[in-house]
């Protein structure tokens, strides 16, 4: 079965950085979109990032300029790294996947994806 691992969570300083990774099993990852959402205490579920199989990317207006997302088709991960982080970026992150080849897909939409990782708590202190 698909399973996504994520990793690279923990607790930074204001201004600090942090590289989450998440590793994909069970998929032919070079054929899967992924992304990055999060979920603050009380709060939905919110977009991060996203990328293609073809490594197109898109970024939530609230990180672009501060965060990466990236993937290694040789590794099947894919990374999210995240500088000059802000308190208001605590929460939990989330790594999603969708196979690709079906048609168009809203990559920015969570209900899109159909396998999620577990979760990693970023915590960043003020």
């Known amino acids: 079965q698909v399973q996504l691992v994520e990793s690279g969570g923990g607790l930074v300083q204001h201004g600090g950085s942090l590289r989450l990774s998440c590793a994909v099993s069970?998929?032919?990852?070079?054929?899967?979109?992924m992304g990055w959402y999060r979920q603050a205490p009380g709060k939905e579920r919110e977009l991060v990032a996203t990328?293609?199989?073809?490594?197109?990317?898109f970024y939530a207006d609230s990180v672009k300029g501060r965060f990466t997302i990236s993937r290694d088709n040789a590794e099947n991960t894919v990374y999210l790294q995240m500088n000059s982080l802000k308190p208001e970026d605590t929460a939990v992150y989330y790594c999603?996947?969708?196979?690709?080849?079906?048609?168009?897909?809203?990559?920015?939409?969570?209900?899109?994806?159909?396998?999620w990782g577990q979760g990693t708590q970023v915590t960043v202190s003020s």
């Open positions: 069970g998929t032919r990852f070079s054929r899967t979109a």
């Open positions: 999603a996947a969708v196979q690709t080849g079906h048609g168009v897909m809203d990559l920015t939409n969570l209900q899109t994806y159909d396998y």
């Open positions: 990328i293609t199989s073809g490594g197109t990317t």
